[in-house]
Structures are given as structure tokens and as C-alpha cells.
């Protein structure tokens, strides 16, 4: 059995991702100011798991809820972080090579 430590990204330098069709695409996050990250610690006891959406009939009430809560991201502040277009961009950043290893230049 191997042991290793995490190889953790560099959230504070971001490049340019790459689409599927290998078109760069900069999704990164607006700069921020490393003493004012902080980690996220959970105050609930219990996690609550989302369904998914896709096995949900059109006028359920699981999918009028679930379409309620986007239009509600959507129509948040552009510079809300959780904003649709921002939670999408930190899907990019952190699903298409946005970031390098940290203390490397090797794409996470």
C-alpha cells in the first residue's frame, strides 16, 4: 500500500482551460487576496444529499424546486459567487486544466 500527500492545485495562480474541442478558454475565478482564503468547515452534523434532476418528471415538485433554485442563481449579482455563471466558471476552472499543481507548472 502507497502513502502520499494530496496534490494540491494552486487556486491562486489560474490559466486558461482547455474546451473539449481544445479551444483555450479563460474561466478563472476574479483575483483574490491569499490571507482572505479560508477553509470551509461544515456546521451541520448530518449531510444532506441532493437528488439529481434528471429522473424527475416536468412539473414535479422536486423539479419546480430544482428550476426555481437556478433562476434564482441566475438572477444573482454577476460578482456573486454563487451566481449560475460563476459556479459554472469554477466548474471550468477545476474540470479543464484552469489550474497547475502547486510549487509545479504540470496542469491539474
Given amino acids: 500500500m502507497a ?9 491562486i495562480d489560474c490559466i486558461n482551460a482547455t474546451q ?11 483575483p483574490v487576496d491569499p490571507s ?8 451541520a452534523t448530518t449531510v444532506n444529499t441532493r437528488k ?5 418528471e416536468i412539473g414535479s ?6 428550476t426555481s433554485a ?12 454563487r451566481n449560475f455563471m460563476q459556479q459554472a466558471n ?3 476552472a477545476n474540470c479543464d486544466g484552469g489550474y497547475t499543481l502547486l510549487g509545479s507548472k504540470a496542469v491539474v
Avoid: E, W
Fill in 70 to 81: 437556478i433562476q434564482k442563481m441566475k438572477n444573482l449579482s454577476p460578482s456573486d459567487p
Fill in 52 to 56: 439529481p434532476a434528471h429522473p424527475f
Fill in 90 to 92: 469554477v466548474h471550468c
Fill in 36 to 43: 482572505r482564503i479560508k477553509d470551509f468547515v461544515p456546521s
Fill in 61 to 66: 415538485d422536486y423539479y419546480k424546486k430544482y
Fill in 3 to 11: 502513502l502520499a500527500n494530496p496534490a494540491l492545485p494552486d487556486f
Fill in 20 to 30: 473539449p474541442n481544445n479551444t483555450p478558454i479563460n474561466c478563472c475565478p476574479p
